[in-house]
């Protein structure tokens, strides 16, 4: 069994800055990538970001150059830092992982999501 626990969201005027942090526990063996989606009402769950075990990142072109991902191994937490943020950046972001727990079985586990909301 294995939990991801998102914090860090809130309310934010236009041009702020905001860090989201998502934690894993449980049976963690290790993990692969983590990324960050976002779903904003009424609309289909967006892929924002993925970083490696190794570092690698990737971004959406919509968030590129004002969004950065990060990750702690050792706490088995991963990062997003949003600056520049936009109203249309209102969304629930949800944390995912791909884990390979103590029976060395593998799945993606998902967060639960935190609401970020961008006023004009």
């Known amino acids: 069994q294995v939990q991801l626990v998102e914090s860090g969201g809130g309310l934010v005027q236009a041009g702020g800055s905001l860090r989201l942090s998502c934690a894993a526990s449980?049976?963690?063996?290790?993990?692969?990538?983590m990324g960050w989606y976002r779903q904003a009402p009424g609309k289909q769950r967006e892929w924002v970001a993925t970083?490696?075990?190794?570092?690698?990142?990737n971004y959406a072109d919509s968030v590129k150059g004002r969004f950065t991902i990060s990750r702690d191994n050792a706490k088995n937490t991963v990062y997003l830092q949003m600056n520049s943020l936009k109203p249309e950046d209102t969304a629930v972001y949800i944390c995912n992982a791909e884990v390979i727990a103590t029976s060395r079985a593998l799945f993606v586990s998902w967060g639960q999501g935190t609401q970020v909301t961008v006023s004009s």
């Open positions: 970083i490696t075990s190794g570092g690698s990142t």
């Open positions: 449980g049976s963690i063996f290790s993990i692969n990538a």
